[in-house]
């Protein structure tokens, strides 16, 4: 790696101030994908500073609502008792990224902001509705997940801004989520293609639904029309199938060493069904 | 400004301080500047586990961690892990079940498996090979490893018991 200074604020304001002063900075949480992108010369800066050390980053809170530090690492979230209960499919999906080595630096803020399509993370949190908590020298701002990825690699984020927590709302009585991937083996594989799903029930109506997929385009997808056309539809294997085929006809994949694009768009109907299923199960269990 | 920076960290319960590059993995802070290299480089990317060790509590691919962000932490390397000439009944069970060939993923794996067994005194095989996905052996096929992991556990709860 080039050589860079290190720097590890132990408050905010200073995180700002550094960051403001060093536009060119990167941040650093679990370092999982910054160190190797940095070590294969992807990414060149003078200035590291590392985010691990500033109180925000590190919150997790759960009441109900869900507030994720943006540097805590995935073991906390599957290790917490009141995340695990609250979001099943959070904790789930926080122990898949990877294996455990990775799993104890990893954070999901750094998923976040590292977009890349693939990211097992960020479908869910879309489904979620979580947003984004961007905090800056002299303000900040909430941007809704799925507007926060702009290109592989790349996001929303303008210099000086920091990622300092993901904001989860409450999700209403009668809610179930799930997030669904296809890997050729059992862990530590990058989605060929992901499919995450959040549903409200009353009775056995969809009053609410939200599906979002990973892997089949230049950034995690949200596919408003396939949640939509669930809402006020019963619950059943008809309305599953038809917001399946509208999450496929949706997905813009590529082929690549990981799969084809008919392939990709076949597992975008396959994984929205199973996870909707799935989905559905827990809001009625709720 | 290019300067070096000093760190004060805990490695194997004794207090060390190093100087390192910020840009210098803990993998090479310990192999390169501490001359501790029983912990082994691999991939260098975080996929294969070789250079697993333990940073307080956790385990983590010391490839990934920057050498400056082991300031105040405890770090447990496979040198920490036998006592003495004592080796642990992992050690001596990855021996017994000849749980390794060429021996390059092997201080990872023990490292790992040790943390495992730490929490869960007594895992299903499932559970070892999901703990274990993260370390990579190109020599043994795995199944003597995790034999040699059940093994050590059995080895450990008996001499609780």
Known sequence: MKWFDYSAPRTLDEALDTYA???HARLLAGGTDLLVQMRAGRKETD?????????????????????????VPCCRIYEDAAVKSAFPALAAVASIIGGIQIQGRASIG???????????????????????????KGGE????????????????????????????????????SHYLRFIPRNEMDIAVAGAGVAVTLNGGTITAARIALASVAPTPLFVKAAGDALVG?????ESVNKAALLAKDAAKPISDMRGTADYRRHLCAVLTRRALRAAIVQAQEA | MQNKVQVHTTINGEEV????????????????????TGTKEGCNDGNCGACTVNLDGRIVTSCLVLGVEAEGRQITTI?????????????????????????????GFIVAAKALLDHEPNPSED???WWLANNLCRCTGYDKIIRAVQKAAAVLQEAKA
Do not use: M, W
């Open chain 2, 127 to 129: 559970r070892i090979r």
């Open chain 2, 79 to 107: 040198e920490g892990i036998a006592k003495g000439n004592q080796l642990h009944p992992l050690q001596r069970a990855f021996l017994e079940e000849a749980a390794l060939q060429c021996g390059i993923c092997t201080p």
């Open chain 2, 17 to 36: 301080d190093f100087l390192c590059e910020p840009r210098q993995s803990l993998l090479e802070c310990l192999r390169d500047n501490l001359n501790q």
């Open chain 1, 110 to 136: 750094g998923n976040l902001c590292n977009a890349a399509p693939s990211a097992d993370s960020i479908p869910l949190l879309i489904a979620l509705g979580a947003t984004a908590r961007i905090v800056y």
């Open chain 1, 47 to 71: 200035l590291v500073i590392d985010t691990k050390r500033i109180p925000e980053l590190n919150e997790l809170h759960c009441n109900g609502a869900l507030t994720l530090g943006a540097a």
């Open chain 1, 21 to 23: 002063s060093h536009p």
């Open chain 1, 141 to 176: 701002r909430s941007v809704p997940v799925e507007d926060f990825c702009t290109a592989p690699g790349q996001n929303i984020l303008q210099p000086g801004e920091l990622l300092v927590s993901i904001q989860i709302p409450k999700p209403e009585p009668h809610s179930g």
């Open chain 1, 233 to 237: 539809q019963p619950a059943t294997e």
